[in-house]
C-alpha cells in the first residue's frame, strides 16, 4: 500500500494542496510554443525550471523538448533578469537560428517583476533580434493557474505577436484546438479536410514532438503552423475555440483585435461533443458534412450500444484538466456509466457548475471540485467512501489504483508510463471507439482476473 497514509476522514483544507492535480504553467506554455514551426520556447528564469518544464514534456511525449533559459542565478534574483534575458536572445538567434522566440516568465522572474514586453522591446530595439525574426512572450507565474492556463497565456501571445489584419477576407476558419495531443491535432486537420473546409490551426504540435525516426536531427522539426498562417489568422471569417480554459482567452483577443467573431466549444472528446464541433466546422466553413462521417460515426453509435451492456451503471472516478474532463463526462454518460468523483487542479468557477449541469439527471450526486485544493489526495479519499468501478487520469493515478484494486485508464497530462497517447488520437468519432475500448478492455481485464474458472469467459 503505497499511499496507506491517506485517511478515509476528510477534513476541510486550506492554504495545504496533497498531489496536486495539475502542474506549472510555464510547462503548457513551452507545449504552445512547440506548436509553431521554427519556434524555440525560452524560459526566462532559473535552469531548474526549465529543466522540470523540458523533462515532464519529454517524458510525456517521448521526444527531446528543446527550450533556451535565462539562467538566472543570486546576482540576477537580485538585479533582475533583464541582462541576461538580452544575451540569451542574442545566443540563441546567433546560435540556434529559430525563427522566433517564444518566452514565458516563471515563479522567480514574476516575483522580481521583470517587465517581458520591456525587454522584448529592448532587443529589438538593441539589434539582437534579425531582420525577419521575431520576438513573443507571455506571463506564467506558477503560484497561480495551472500548465492549462499557462498553455492559454502562449496561445493569447501568439495571437497578440503574429496575428495580423490586412483588410482582405480570407475563406478559412481558425481552429485554436487546445491542449490536446499531437495525434488529436492531426485528427482535427483530417477532419477538416475530409470536409474540405479551409482552417488555420494553431498551435499544432504534430510532426514536432511525435516526429519520425530518420536518422536526420532537426532542432526545428517539419511540423508547427507557419508565422505567416498565424498571421493571417486575423483575416479569417471565424474562429472555433476548442476549450474553454485553453482558447477562450485568444479566440477572444482575435475578436477584439481583429473582429474575427469565435465559438467557444467542448474538446470534440466522445459522441456528441463530436456532433457539435462537426456541425459548427461545417456551418463556419460553409460546407456539408460527408456520408463517410455518418459512417464514422454510426460505427460508434454501434460499438456503444453493443457494449453498454458491460459499462451500464459503472461508477468512475476522474481527474485532469477541464477542458479534457467536461467532454469526457458527457461521453461517460452517453455510455450509461456514472461520473462519482471528479477533480481538477485547474480553477475557473464554471467547470463546477458545467459539471453539475451535465450529470444533473443521470448522476446527481457527483462530487466536482476544482481549483488548488482539489488534489488527488481528495480524489483518494472520496474513493475510499464511495468506491468506484474505473479511475481515469494522469500516471500519478497509478497508486491510487493499485492501493484500491481499481481499473485505471491513463488519460490527460502526464502520461509518463505508457505510450500511445501521441500517435492514436482520442477525439472525433473515431478516437471515442478508441477510447471506449480502453476503458472497456481495462475493465474486462479486471473482471477476467477476478472470476474464478465457473465464470471465467472466453466470449463476451
Ligand atoms: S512552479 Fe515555478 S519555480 Fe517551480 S518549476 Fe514551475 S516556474 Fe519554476
Same mark, same amino acid.
Given at each position: 500500500?503505497?499511499?496507506?497514509?491517506?485517511?478515509?476522514?476528510?477534513?476541510?483544507?486550506? $492554504?495545504?494542496?496533497?498531489?496536486?492535480?495539475?502542474?506549472?504553467?510555464?510547462?503548457?506554455?513551452? %507545449?504552445?510554443?512547440?506548436?509553431?514551426?521554427?519556434?524555440?520556447?525560452?524560459?526566462?528564469?532559473?535552469?531548474?525550471?526549465?529543466?522540470?518544464?523540458?523533462?515532464?514534456?519529454?517524458?510525456?511525449?517521448?521526444?527531446?523538448?528543446?527550450?533556451?533559459?535565462?539562467?538566472?542565478?543570486?546576482?540576477?534574483?537580485?538585479?533582475?533578469?533583464?541582462?541576461?534575458?538580452?544575451?540569451?536572445?542574442?545566443?540563441?538567434?546567433?546560435? %540556434?537560428?529559430?525563427?522566433?522566440?517564444?518566452?514565458?516568465?516563471?515563479?522567480?522572474?514574476?516575483?522580481?517583476?521583470?517587465?517581458?514586453?520591456?525587454?522584448?522591446?529592448?532587443?529589438?530595439?538593441?539589434?539582437?533580434?534579425?531582420?525577419?525574426?521575431?520576438?513573443?512572450?507571455?506571463?506564467?507565474?506558477? %503560484?497561480?493557474?495551472?500548465?492549462?492556463?499557462?498553455?492559454?497565456?502562449?496561445?493569447?501571445?501568439?495571437?497578440?505577436?503574429?496575428?495580423?489584419?490586412?483588410?482582405?477576407?480570407? !475563406?478559412?476558419?481558425?481552429?485554436?484546438?487546445? +491542449?490536446?495531443?499531437?495525434? !488529436?491535432? #492531426?485528427?482535427?486537420? #483530417?477532419?477538416?479536410?475530409?470536409?474540405?473546409?479551409?482552417?488555420?490551426? *494553431?498551435? !499544432?504540435?504534430?510532426?514536432?514532438?511525435?516526429?519520425?525516426?530518420?536518422?536526420? %536531427?532537426?532542432?526545428?522539426?517539419?511540423?508547427?503552423?507557419?508565422?505567416?498562417?498565424?498571421?493571417?489568422?486575423?483575416?479569417?471569417?471565424?474562429?472555433?475555440?476548442?476549450?474553454?480554459? $485553453?482558447?477562450?482567452?485568444?479566440?477572444?483577443?482575435?475578436?477584439?483585435?481583429?473582429?474575427?467573431?469565435?465559438?467557444?466549444?467542448?474538446?470534440?472528446?466522445?459522441?456528441?461533443?463530436?456532433? #457539435?464541433?462537426?456541425?459548427?466546422?461545417?456551418?463556419?466553413?460553409?460546407?456539408?458534412?460527408?456520408?463517410?462521417?455518418?459512417?464514422?460515426?454510426?460505427?460508434?453509435?454501434?460499438?456503444?450500444?453493443?457494449?453498454?451492456? *458491460?459499462?451500464?451503471?459503472?461508477?468512475?472516478?476522474?481527474?485532469?484538466?477541464?477542458?479534457?474532463?467536461?467532454?469526457?463526462?458527457?461521453?461517460?454518460?452517453?455510455?450509461?456509466?456514472?461520473?462519482?468523483?471528479?477533480?481538477?487542479?485547474?480553477?475557473?468557477?464554471?467547470?463546477?457548475?458545467?459539471?453539475?449541469?451535465?450529470?444533473?439527471?443521470?448522476?446527481?450526486?457527483?462530487?466536482?471540485?476544482?481549483?488548488?485544493?482539489?488534489?488527488?489526495?481528495?480524489?483518494?479519499? +472520496?474513493?475510499?467512501?464511495?468506491?468506484?468501478?474505473?479511475?481515469?487520469?494522469?500516471?500519478?493515478?497509478?497508486?491510487?489504483?493499485?492501493?484500491?484494486?481499481?481499473?485505471?485508464?491513463?488519460?490527460?497530462?502526464?502520461?509518463?508510463? #505508457?505510450?500511445?497517447?501521441?500517435?492514436?488520437?482520442?477525439?472525433?468519432?473515431?478516437?471515442?471507439?478508441?477510447?471506449?475500448?480502453?476503458?472497456?478492455?481495462?475493465?474486462?481485464?479486471?473482471?477476467?482476473?477476478?472470476?474464478?474458472?465457473?465464470?471465467?469467459?472466453?466470449?463476451?
Amino acid at each position: 500500500m503505497l499511499l496507506r497514509h491517506t485517511p478515509k476522514e476528510i477534513k476541510e483544507r486550506k $492554504a495545504l494542496t496533497i498531489n496536486p492535480a495539475k502542474t506549472c504553467q510555464p510547462v503548457g506554455a513551452m %507545449y504552445a510554443a512547440l506548436g509553431i514551426h521554427g519556434c524555440l520556447p525560452h524560459s526566462h528564469g532559473s535552469q531548474g525550471c526549465c529543466s522540470y518544464h523540458r523533462s515532464v514534456l519529454t517524458r510525456h511525449y517521448k521526444d527531446p523538448i528543446m527550450a533556451g533559459t535565462s539562467s538566472f542565478t543570486e546576482g540576477s534574483s537580485v538585479f533582475g533578469g533583464q541582462a541576461n534575458l538580452l544575451q540569451a536572445i542574442a545566443n540563441m538567434f546567433t546560435i %540556434y537560428d529559430p525563427d522566433l522566440v517564444a518566452i514565458h516568465s516563471t515563479c522567480l522572474s514574476e516575483t522580481i517583476g521583470d517587465d517581458l514586453n520591456q525587454i522584448a522591446q529592448k532587443a529589438i530595439d538593441d539589434g539582437k533580434v534579425p531582420e525577419g525574426k521575431k520576438v513573443i512572450f507571455c506571463n506564467t507565474p506558477s %503560484y497561480i493557474g495551472s500548465h492549462v492556463t499557462g498553455f492559454s497565456n502562449m496561445c493569447t501571445g501568439i495571437v497578440k505577436g503574429l496575428a495580423e489584419h490586412t483588410g482582405v477576407a480570407r !475563406d478559412q476558419v481558425n481552429i485554436l484546438p487546445g +491542449w490536446v495531443e499531437p495525434s !488529436d491535432m #492531426r485528427e482535427i486537420k #483530417r477532419i477538416a479536410e475530409a470536409m474540405g473546409a479551409r482552417i488555420v490551426m *494553431y498551435p !499544432d504540435t504534430s510532426d514536432v514532438v511525435d516526429t519520425p525516426q530518420t536518422g536526420e %536531427y532537426k532542432m526545428y522539426p517539419d511540423g508547427g503552423t507557419s508565422v505567416e498562417a498565424i498571421a493571417s489568422s486575423g483575416d479569417s471569417i471565424k474562429t472555433l475555440a476548442l476549450g474553454k480554459w $485553453a482558447s477562450e482567452d485568444a479566440a477572444k483577443l482575435l475578436d477584439s483585435k481583429f473582429k474575427v467573431p469565435f465559438d467557444v466549444l467542448d474538446i470534440p472528446v466522445g459522441l456528441s461533443a463530436t456532433d #457539435r464541433f462537426v456541425e459548427a466546422l461545417a456551418n463556419a466553413a460553409k460546407v456539408s458534412i460527408p456520408d463517410s462521417f455518418v459512417a464514422e460515426r454510426g460505427r460508434l453509435v454501434d460499438v456503444i450500444s453493443d457494449m453498454s451492456q *458491460y459499462l451500464h451503471g459503472r461508477k468512475v472516478a476522474l481527474f485532469g484538466d477541464p477542458d479534457q474532463l467536461i467532454p469526457l463526462t458527457e461521453f461517460l454518460l452517453d455510455l450509461d456509466m456514472i461520473p462519482t468523483h471528479i477533480v481538477s487542479g485547474t480553477p475557473g468557477k464554471k467547470f463546477t457548475e458545467r459539471i453539475k449541469e451535465l450529470c444533473a439527471e443521470r448522476a446527481p450526486n457527483v462530487n466536482v471540485k476544482n481549483g488548488p485544493q482539489a488534489d488527488i489526495f481528495q480524489l483518494h479519499q +472520496w474513493m475510499k467512501n464511495e468506491p468506484v468501478d474505473l479511475l481515469m487520469g494522469n500516471t500519478y493515478g497509478k497508486y491510487i489504483a493499485r492501493d484500491e484494486d481499481v481499473p485505471f485508464v491513463r488519460y490527460g497530462f502526464p502520461i509518463l508510463d #505508457r505510450i500511445g497517447h501521441s500517435y492514436f488520437p482520442s477525439i472525433g468519432y473515431t478516437g471515442g471507439i478508441r477510447l471506449l475500448e480502453k476503458i472497456l478492455g481495462t475493465i474486462m481485464d479486471k473482471i477476467d482476473r477476478d472470476s474464478d474458472g465457473t465464470d471465467f469467459e472466453l466470449v463476451m
